[in-house]
């Protein structure tokens, strides 16, 4: 249920990261998201991943998912270099101002202004 776009991003960027990483999360459905947001995982019901232009990835260290802010850096590096390469745009939730998302990769809303999820996005 991820956007093709979003999903060559990913590829590439799985072929060129220095660290390995899984993706945890794309599409989810508006209860999964109210489900985060009540655990204050999520700040919003209008999530790009309701639309499958999100995913969230979680770095692999020694195999095993790290969590810590200083894995994340090169695996979004490795994002943006694939994203430029791509011609697509996107937006790493760790560059946010306010609620530093370390995980969250997604379309930028300009290129990318879905609203609704459409089956010819996958």
Not at 58 to 73: E, M, R, S, Y
Not at 91 to 96: E, H, R
């Amino acid at each position: 249920g991820v956007h093709e776009s979003l999903r060559r991003v990913a590829l590439r960027a799985a072929e060129i990261s220095p660290v390995p990483f899984a993706v945890t999360e794309g599409l989810r459905s508006p209860e999964r998201q109210a489900s985060l947001r009540e655990a204050g995982a999520s700040r919003t019901e209008k999530s790009r991943h309701l639309t499958g232009h999100a995913i969230d990835i979680v770095p692999l260290v020694d195999g095993q998912p790290c969590w810590k802010w200083p894995a994340f850096t090169p695996v979004a590096r490795a994002f943006k270099t694939a994203a430029h390469e791509l011609g697509v745009a996107i937006v790493w939730g760790g560059d946010w101002r306010r609620f530093r998302d370390g995980p969250h990769i997604e379309l930028n809303r300009r290129t990318y202004p879905a609203q609704e999820h459409r089956q010819d996005d996958h």
